[in-house]
């Protein structure tokens, strides 16, 4: 049975930092992509951040939307099956249902919600104004 456990999240201030992590089991995690979304409030679920797997090929390892770019890092484990999401100077606008997710394993590295196959439960992250 395929599980991604997300935790982590919590209420904080802005400016500080949190980590997400997100234990996954029942698949071959190595082999995916992971990724972690978002969330909020009367919003559509937007993408955050992506690793790929083992699979090698050419560009990237990561990617990150414009809107944490330089602020959030993704990292992985392969050998405790967990993904990580390293959150730094977060704002109030990172306020937000936080999911991981195992996505397509071959390449480009995928951004889109339906490219994602296993999804967690999610963790609250709040950053209040």
């Known amino acids: 049975q395929v599980q991604l456990v997300e935790s982590g999240g919590g209420l904080v201030q802005a400016g500080v930092s949190l980590r997400l992590s997100c234990a996954a089991s029942g698949f071959t995690f190595s082999n995916y992509a992971m990724g972690w979304f978002r969330q909020a409030p009367g919003k559509e679920r937007e993408f955050v951040a992506a690793m790929k797997g083992d699979i090698i090929w050419s560009g990237g390892n990561t990617y990150y939307a414009d809107s944490v770019k330089g602020r959030f890092t993704i990292s992985r484990d392969n050998a405790k099956s967990t993904v990580y999401l390293q959150m730094n100077n977060l704002k109030p606008e990172d306020t937000a249902i936080y999911y991981c997710?195992?996505?397509?394993?071959?390449?480009?590295?995928?951004?889109?919600?339906?490219?994602?196959?296993?999804w967690g439960q999610g963790t609250q992250v709040t950053v209040p104004s």
């Open positions: 997710a195992a996505g397509r394993p071959t390449p480009p590295l995928p951004t889109r919600s339906n490219e994602y196959i296993y």
